[in-house]
Structure formats: C-alpha cells, structure tokens
Nanobody, 118 residues
Framework: QVQLVESGGGLVQAGGSLRLSCVASGIIFSVNTMDWYRQAPGNQRELVARILTTGRTTYADSVKGRFTISRDNVKNTVYLQMNSLKPEDTAVYYC????????????WGQGTQVTVSS
C-alpha cells in the first residue's frame, strides 16, 4: 500500500523560507519521478515542481528561481525548499509519484499547509 506523508509546512512571513518533506512508502522510490503539487482554496490542484530519476528538475513559472526540489533515494524522501515566499504561495502542498504521461499515480496524502502572511 502506497503511503505519502508530507510535513514541514507552517506560517511564515512574506520573504521567508520553508522546507517541505515527503516520505514515500509502498513504492520503489528510486525509479519514480516525484512531484510536488499545491492546492489553494477555491483553486484546482496544480503541479509546482518535478524531479526525474536522473535528477533533472522542472518548475512552474510561478515558483521558478524561488523553489528547489530534491530527492534522497536512500531515505525515500522528496524535498521542496521554498524561498522568497509570497502570499500567493499559500496552499496545501502534496507530493506524488508521476506516471509515464505525467499524471499522479497514487491517492493523495494529507498534505501540509503553507500559509504566507503579507
């Protein structure tokens, strides 16, 4: 059974930083592309960052240059370092593995709330 456990969210002032973590179990982590998504109230869930098994990364334009995704295949963990946070980054953040066509393959974990105050 796949389990995704996100943590590291919190309340931070604009311009601050947070580091999110997601521990995955029930999957062969090292062979999976891993993604971070976020969902703000009233909005659809959106893809924020992706890291391939090769380590190559891609980002949504809205976070490019501010967020960094990384992974530790020994710890089965994917991270999201978020710097220069803005109020519009406020959302619940989720991780997931990506299918070969880029869609999420698993059910969603509980997510971690990030709130950025102005």
């Amino acid at each position: 059974q796949v389990q995704l456990v996100e943590s590291g969210g919190g309340l931070v002032q604009a311009g601050g930083s947070l580091r999110l973590s997601c521990v995955a179990s029930g999957i062969i982590f090292s062979v999976n592309t891993m993604d971070w998504y976020r969902q703000a109230p009233g909005n659809q869930r959106e893809l924020v960052a992706r890291i391939l098994t090769t380590g190559r990364t891609t980002y949504a334009d809205s976070v490019k240059g501010r967020f960094t995704i990384s992974r530790d295949n020994v710890k089965n963990t994917v991270y999201l370092q978020m710097n220069s946070l803005k109020p519009e980054d406020t959302a619940v953040y989720y991780c997931n593995a990506a299918s070969i066509i880029g869609t999420p393959v698993n059910g969603w974990g509980q997510g971690t709330q990030v709130t950025v105050s102005s």
